[in-house]
């Protein structure tokens, strides 16, 4: 082995690992967001079925924090539409998806995310 390339492979890995690091970190924060999309629709259908038997915020929003299991404090559920029997009523939640993952949280920053079913009141 030639002595001008001794410890090349060290430089090398010293120069690449901080990269894949920093790539590994934001697919794992991808893939948090991408779980706590899929909770915010999950729990946008159980407020809007609870909702359906007894369309009060009440009633949602505990439906809706019950449901996904996500924080509650950054939770909010709003209805829109009629309350009556036959009325179609719209449930709309809102989350946001704190990035915890270091490093790459700071670039990112926090997520808003929102989902709205519309079904009729019962």
């Not at 719209?90 to 920053?109: C, K, Q």
């Amino acid at each position: 082995m030639p002595i001008a390339s001794r410890g090349q492979a060290t430089v090398e890995l010293a120069l690449v690992l901080p990269v894949v690091v920093v790539l590994a970190l934001a697919v794992g924060q991808v893939a948090v967001i991408a779980v706590d999309s899929v909770l915010v629709h999950h729990a946008a259908r159980e407020a809007a079925r609870a909702a359906a038997v007894d369309p009060s915020l009440a009633t949602a929003h505990g439906a809706a924090i019950g449901a996904a299991g996500l924080q509650a404090d950054q939770l909010s559920v709003s209805l829109s539409g009629g309350r009556a029997p036959g009325d179609t009523l719209t449930v709309e939640v809102r989350y946001r998806s704190t990035t915890d993952v270091p490093l790459v949280g700071r670039i990112v920053g926090d997520v808003d995310l929102e989902a709205a079913v519309a079904i009729r009141v019962e």
